[in-house]
């Protein structure tokens, strides 16, 4: 079991800005295109964004262009997600995702535990 970790969830006003990150073992991290996703309340777990196994590639949810950007951190084994422009829909929990040699879209191979993200009107 892959064990990856998120962190930088909580509580901010419509219009703020939050990053999160997502701790991924070494290996995993150099074999693995990440994604994120999210499970608002009473909904299922959507697609948010994912980035391929090298970097040169990103790809994002139609509602979340141009708001967030997905990056890998090689020296730090991380992939942080930079959230501008919140808007209170934005609101859920937010899940890491690794996928073997494939980027984390509409496939995943390893989740993290979730991180809380709630936007206020």
């Known amino acids: 079991q892959v064990r990856l970790v998120e962190s930088g969830g909580g509580l901010v006003q419509a219009g703020g800005s939050l990053k999160l990150s997502c701790a991924a073992p070494?290996?995993?991290?150099?074999?693995?295109?990440m994604g994120w996703f999210c499970q608002a309340p009473g909904k299922e777990r959507e697609f948010v964004a994912a980035i391929t196994l090298n970097g040169d590639n990103t790809y994002y949810a139609d509602s979340v262009k141009g708001r967030f950007t997905i990056s890998r951190d090689i020296a730090k084994y991380t992939v942080p997600l930079q959230m501008n422009s919140l808007k209170p829909e934005d609101t859920g929990i937010y899940y890491c995702?690794?996928?073997?040699?494939?980027?984390?879209?509409?496939?995943?191979?390893?989740w993290g535990q979730g991180t809380q993200v709630t936007v206020s009107a």
């Open positions: 995702a690794g996928r073997r040699l494939a980027p984390a879209r509409n496939r995943v191979d390893d």
């Open positions: 070494g290996r995993t991290f150099i074999s693995s295109g």
